[in-house]
Nanobody, 121 residues
Framework: QVQFVESGGGVVQPGGSLRLSCTVS????????MGWYRQVPGKQRELVAHITTGGYTNYANSVKGRFTISRDNAKNTMYLQMNSLKPEDTAVFYC???????????????WGQGTQVTVSS
């Protein structure tokens, strides 16, 4: 059974930084495109960044230039460095493998508990 454990969220002022971590159980991690998703109440979960097994990365326009995704296959862990945070980044952040880069659809139906990021002065 796949399990995702996200951590690193918190409350930060606008312009601040946070680093999120995602630990994945099982052998799926090294062979999958991995992604960070975020969700705000009343809206669908959206893919904000993804990274391939070879380290190619891509970002949603809303976070490009501010967020950096990385992965450590040996540790089954993925990271999201978030800089220059804005109030509109406030959301619960989740990780999952990515099934479709076109639609952002996640590969697995099971999700972790997520980690709350709140950007507020």
């Amino acid at each position: 059974q796949v399990q995702f454990v996200e951590s690193g969220g918190g409350v930060v002022q606008p312009g601040g930084s946070l680093r999120l971590s995602c630990t994945v159980s099982g052998s799926i991690f090294s062979g999958d495109v991995m992604g960070w998703y975020r969700q705000v109440p009343g809206k669908q979960r959206e893919l904000v960044a993804h990274i391939t097994t070879g380290g190619y990365t891509n970002y949603a326009n809303s976070v490009k230039g501010r967020f950096t995704i990385s992965r450590d296959n040996a540790k089954n862990t993925m990271y999201l460095q978030m800089n220059s945070l804005k109030p509109e980044d406030t959301a619960v952040f989740y990780c999952n493998a990515v099934q479709s880069l076109w639609t952002g659809r996640a590969l697995y139906d099971s999700w972790g508990q997520g980690t709350q990021v709140t950007v507020s002065s």
